[in-house]
C-alpha cells in the first residue's frame, strides 16, 4: 500500500484545516490507519487513529475536541479535521497504516505534510 498525504499549509490559529491520505496498492479497508505529527526538534507523537471501518476513533489529548479523524473506505482516503488551530499545532503530519491494532509495527507510512500555524 502506497500512502499520500496532502492538505498542509500555513494557517493562522484559530483556524481549520483539513489533511488527507490517499491509499492505493492495497485494500485500504483491512488497515487501521492512524495520524502522527513531528513538531521541529520534537520527536514524533501519536495524533489521532480510526479503526478499520470508521466506527471507532481515540485522540491524543493534546487534540482531543478539536482534530477529528475520518476515513472513506470507498475513496480508500484517510482525513484529519483540524480545527482551533494553535501554534504548538505546527508539525509534519504523516499518516501510517497498520493491519493489527496490537502490532508494534506500522505496515505503511506515507509521506509527511507540512502544516504551519501562524500566531
Known amino acids: 500500500v502506497q500512502l499520500q498525504a496532502s492538505g498542509g499549509g500555513l494557517v493562522q490559529a484559530g483556524g481549520p484545516l483539513r489533511l488527507s491520505c490517499a491509499a492505493s496498492?492495497?485494500?485500504?479497508?483491512?488497515?487501521?490507519m492512524y495520524w502522527f505529527r513531528q513538531a521541529p526538534g520534537k520527536e514524533r507523537e501519536f495524533v489521532a487513529r480510526i479503526s478499520r471501518s470508521g466506527g471507532d476513533s481515540l485522540y491524543a489529548d493534546s487534540v482531543k475536541g478539536r482534530f477529528t479523524i475520518s476515513r472513506d473506505n470507498a475513496k480508500n482516503t484517510l482525513y484529519l479535521q483540524m480545527s482551533s488551530l494553535k501554534p504548538e499545532d505546527t508539525a509534519v503530519y504523516s499518516c501510517?497504516?497498520?493491519?493489527?491494532?496490537?502490532?508494534?509495527?506500522?505496515?505503511?507510512w506515507g509521506q509527511g505534510t507540512l502544516v504551519t500555524v501562524s500566531s
Open positions: 496498492g492495497g485494500t485500504f479497508s483491512s488497515y487501521y
Open positions: 501510517a497504516a497498520k493491519t493489527s491494532i496490537v502490532a508494534q509495527v506500522y505496515d505503511f
